[in-house]
C-alpha cells in the first residue's frame, strides 16, 4: 500500500501573528522542514504541502528543506478555513496514493513515530485511522483514497473532515505516550517538546 502525507500550511496564523508555515521553532527549525521531515520519516516517501497565506514566502522556505521533496499546492480559497485546504490537497495528491496521511504544520511535538503507528494500522484505500491523545481525537488522520472524494465533497470552514469521520468507521490509534498531540496558536512558545 502507498501512503503518502499531506501537510496542509494555509492558514494565515491570525493569533500567532503570522502564517504557522512561516513559523521557527525554539529549536531553530522551521516548522515546516520538521512537519515535512516528520512525515518523511514517519513512512511517506512523497509529501504533498498546501499553501495559502504568505504562499509565495512559504513557498521559498518550502524549496530550502532539508528533505527537499515535496509537492506544492497553493489553496486560493485558503480564507476559507481547514476545508478548503484540504480539498485543495486531496485534488493535488498523487493520484497512485493509495491512502494520504493529513497532518498540520502546528502540531511540533508531534513525531514520525506517531505517523508510523497510524499507518501501520491500515491495510488498503477503504481505511480512516486517526490519532488520539489519551483518548482525544486529533492528527494525524489516514485517508484511505476511497474516501477522498466524499471528504472533498463535506469539508466546509474550519472543521476539516470532523462532520465526515464521525460519519463513518474510523480506527483510533492511541499516540498519547509519544506525543501531546496540542496545536500551538500563539507565540508564547512554538516548540511543544
Given at each position: 500500500?502507498?501512503?503518502?502525507?499531506?501537510?496542509?500550511?494555509?492558514?494565515?496564523?491570525?493569533?500567532m501573528g503570522k502564517p504557522k508555515a512561516l513559523v521557527v521553532g525554539?529549536?531553530?527549525?522551521?516548522?515546516?522542514?520538521?512537519?515535512?521531515?516528520?512525515?518523511?520519516?514517519?513512512?511517506?516517501?512523497?509529501?504533498?504541502?498546501?499553501?495559502?497565506?504568505?504562499?509565495?514566502?512559504?513557498?521559498?522556505?518550502?524549496?530550502?528543506?532539508?528533505?527537499?521533496?515535496?509537492?506544492?499546492?497553493?489553496?486560493?480559497?485558503?480564507?476559507?478555513?481547514?476545508?478548503?485546504?484540504?480539498?485543495?490537497?486531496?485534488?493535488?495528491?498523487?493520484?497512485?496514493?493509495?491512502?494520504?496521511?493529513?497532518?498540520?504544520?502546528?502540531?511540533?511535538?508531534?513525531?514520525?513515530?506517531?505517523?508510523?503507528?497510524?499507518?501501520?494500522?491500515?491495510?488498503?484505500?477503504?481505511?480512516?485511522?486517526?490519532?488520539?491523545?489519551?483518548?482525544?481525537?486529533?492528527?494525524?488522520?489516514?485517508?484511505?483514497?476511497?474516501?477522498?472524494?466524499?471528504?472533498?465533497?463535506?469539508?466546509?470552514?474550519?472543521?476539516?473532515?470532523?462532520?465526515?469521520?464521525?460519519?463513518?468507521?474510523?480506527?483510533?490509534?492511541?499516540?498519547?505516550?509519544?506525543?501531546?498531540?496540542?496545536?500551538?496558536?500563539?507565540?508564547?512558545?512554538?516548540?511543544?517538546?
Amino acid at each position: 500500500m502507498r501512503v503518502d502525507g499531506l501537510l496542509l500550511a494555509a492558514g494565515s496564523g491570525s493569533r500567532m501573528g503570522k502564517p504557522k508555515a512561516l513559523v521557527v521553532g525554539d529549536d531553530g527549525v522551521p516548522w515546516l522542514h520538521s512537519t515535512l521531515q516528520t512525515l518523511h520519516d514517519g513512512g511517506c516517501e512523497r509529501v504533498t504541502v498546501v499553501l495559502g497565506a504568505a504562499a509565495k514566502e512559504s513557498g521559498w522556505l518550502l524549496t530550502q528543506a532539508p528533505s527537499g521533496r515535496a509537492r506544492l499546492v497553493v489553496a486560493d480559497d485558503w480564507a476559507e478555513g481547514m476545508g478548503a485546504s484540504l480539498r485543495a490537497g486531496l485534488a493535488g495528491t498523487y493520484p497512485d496514493a493509495d491512502a494520504v496521511v493529513v497532518t498540520l504544520v502546528d502540531l511540533p511535538d508531534v513525531t514520525a513515530e506517531v505517523v508510523r503507528r497510524v499507518v501501520a494500522a491500515a491495510t488498503g484505500p477503504a481505511d480512516l485511522v486517526r490519532a488520539t491523545y489519551a483518548g482525544r481525537p486529533g492528527h494525524p488522520v489516514l485517508l484511505g483514497k476511497d474516501h477522498w472524494t466524499g471528504v472533498q465533497g463535506t469539508v466546509a470552514g474550519d472543521t476539516g473532515a470532523r462532520d465526515y469521520l464521525a460519519a463513518h468507521d474510523v480506527t483510533l490509534v492511541e499516540c498519547g505516550d509519544l506525543a501531546t498531540g496540542r496545536d500551538v496558536d500563539t507565540p508564547a512558545r512554538t516548540d511543544a517538546g
